[in-house]
């Protein structure tokens, strides 16, 4: 009796603490107000992965934004329609373009009455582009039970469906056509609206803000800045290249290359195999310049691997090739600006091939330098400098490296390019 009774005390103790319909829901809010690029997907992204592990009921993402990028927008589709939690979209003022796919990929998509969603043109407005968006478009509808013929009008303006849309015009629904259409599911003039549908209080909504790291590797991933980043790194380093030592200008160029590529890797954009193959094109380039004599296939392939790791950083096609050729001119322009002010310098004379009196001859008179001994004035590694006869000559080891101040004999005069090699003491 006494167990029965202390079972039965234990049972109205347990019963007293629980309160059905008391435990709070937890769900995560998250804005999309900016450009669709890929820092917000990797916000998005990071999030979703965040609500899963955290056993959040469901997630809100906000949306008020003209478009962007296809390839993030695409990313941030495919996140949401993977996802193991909940994902409902709320579209608070305009879906545009690239928004609106993310917009459909909700399970529920709430629209405000003032709100529109559609005009997804493509960049550059060509029939590939039109057809594989179009096709993205009308997926992600199905996937969500809605009209996927009206969600490809948003796209190809060649399409016409009757009472709806002519051709020749892009599709853009106001609110009260998006419900009409079966687009948006339901109303919500807020946040607090779409709680109350929920049957939800906002006391259980968590906002999620970007860190401060978050907006400014967004900012600099963007393509107007990294295209900034890339030129003063760039012209850093030439400086650094036209000045004796290491100093301001390289650490600047090593600093601002790691900004440019520590931005792109925090947003997701690429992965560390682009980082190896540009620090592979870099070695190749100065190996090159300071190693192999002359400009050939280590020069080559050090710029074509430099520019493939650039240009797969960018969202597409078009924007890398503008990207490129802005850096590609501007740093050059700074270049030459450089040259003219630094090169008078007199480590730039030395390395220069500028004509005077005291440094540069004429391969005639090279010729008369075969078989004669020299003194090495630099390490030739294999490339460097020597004295004969009391001139400064420019001169490549016959293979190995040689050290400065040491004898060396001229065993051959092609042209310009004088190769010598080490005497040996026995010798």
């Known amino acids: 009796m006494k167990r029965k009774i202390l079972i039965f005390l234990l049972f109205l103790l347990v019963f007293s603490f629980y309160k059905p319909g008391t435990v709070e829901a937890e769900v995560m809010h998250l804005q999309l107000d900016g450009e669709i690029n890929n820092a917000e997907f990797a916000f998005i992204d990071r999030n979703l992965i965040e609500a899963e592990t955290n056993g959040y009921d469901f997630v809100i993402i906000e949306i008020n934004s003209l478009g962007g990028y296809v390839d993030p927008a695409l990313k941030i589709r495919d996140s949401i329609l993977e996802s193991e939690v909940e994902v409902i979209t709320f579209v608070s003022g305009r879906a545009w373009s690239a928004a609106a796919l993310i917009a459909l990929a909700g399970e529920e998509l709430y629209i405000s009455p003032s709100a529109s969603i559609g005009a997804a043109e493509t960049r550059p407005n060509e029939e590939k582009y039109i057809s594989a968006l179009r096709t993205e478009f009308a997926a992600t509808a199905e996937s969500r039970n809605k009209n996927p013929q009206i969600a490809e009008a948003m796209v190809d303006a060649s399409l016409e469906i009757e009472g709806i849309i002519e051709t020749d015009r892009l599709l853009t629904l106001t609110a009260a056509e998006a419900l009409e259409y079966q687009i948006a599911d339901y109303s919500a003039s807020?946040?607090?609206?779409?709680?109350?549908?929920?049957?939800?209080?906002?006391?259980?909504?968590?906002?999620?803000?970007?860190?401060?790291?978050?907006?400014?590797?967004?900012?600099?991933?963007?393509?107007?800045?990294?295209?900034?980043?890339?030129?003063?790194?760039?012209?850093?380093?030439?400086?650094?290249?036209?000045?004796?030592?290491?100093?301001?200008?390289?650490?600047?160029?090593?600093?601002?290359?790691?900004?440019?590529?520590?931005?792109?890797?925090?947003?997701?954009?690429?992965?560390?195999?682009?980082?190896?193959?540009?620090?592979?094109?870099?070695?190749?380039?100065?190996?090159?310049?300071?190693?192999?004599?002359?400009?050939?296939?280590?020069?080559?392939?050090?710029?074509?691997?430099?520019?493939?790791?650039?240009?797969?950083?960018?969202?597409?096609?078009?924007?890398?090739?503008?990207?490129?050729?802005?850096?590609?001119?501007?740093?050059?322009?700074?270049?030459?600006?450089?040259?003219?002010?630094?090169?008078?310098?007199?480590?730039?004379?030395?390395?220069?091939?500028?004509?005077?009196?005291?440094?540069?001859?004429?391969?005639?008179?090279?010729?008369?330098?075969?078989?004669?001994?020299?003194?090495?004035?630099?390490?030739?590694?294999?490339?460097?400098?020597?004295?004969?006869?009391?001139?400064?000559?420019?001169?490549?080891?016959?293979?190995?490296f040689i050290e400065k101040g040491k004898k060396v004999k001229v065993i051959s005069v092609s042209g310009s390019r004088i190769v010598v090699r080490e005497i040996s003491e026995e010798e």
């Open 190 to 400: 807020s946040l607090a609206d779409v709680a109350a549908a929920r049957d939800i209080s906002l006391n259980q909504i968590v906002t999620i803000e970007k860190s401060n790291l978050e907006k400014i590797m967004g900012i600099i991933s963007s393509p107007y800045i990294s295209s900034l980043v890339l030129i003063i790194a760039f012209s850093a380093l030439i400086f650094e290249a036209l000045t004796p030592g290491f100093a301001l200008g390289g650490t600047v160029g090593i600093i601002a290359l790691s900004i440019f590529f520590a931005s792109h890797i925090f947003t997701g954009a690429i992965g560390t195999g682009i980082v190896v193959l540009f620090i592979v094109g870099v070695i190749l380039i100065l190996a090159e310049v300071f190693v192999i004599p002359g400009f050939g296939i280590a020069g080559v392939s050090g710029i074509t691997a430099v520019l493939v790791s650039l240009f797969f950083i960018f969202p597409n096609t078009s924007i890398a090739i503008n990207v490129l050729l802005a850096v590609v001119l501007i740093t050059l322009m700074i270049a030459v600006f450089m040259i003219k002010k630094v090169g008078s310098s007199r480590f730039w004379r030395r390395i220069s091939l500028e004509s005077n009196s005291k440094n540069y001859f004429s391969s005639a008179s090279k010729k008369d330098y075969l078989n004669r001994e020299a003194e090495t004035m630099s390490k030739l590694r294999p490339a460097g400098t020597i004295r004969i006869d009391g001139k400064r000559v420019d001169a490549v080891s016959e293979g190995g």
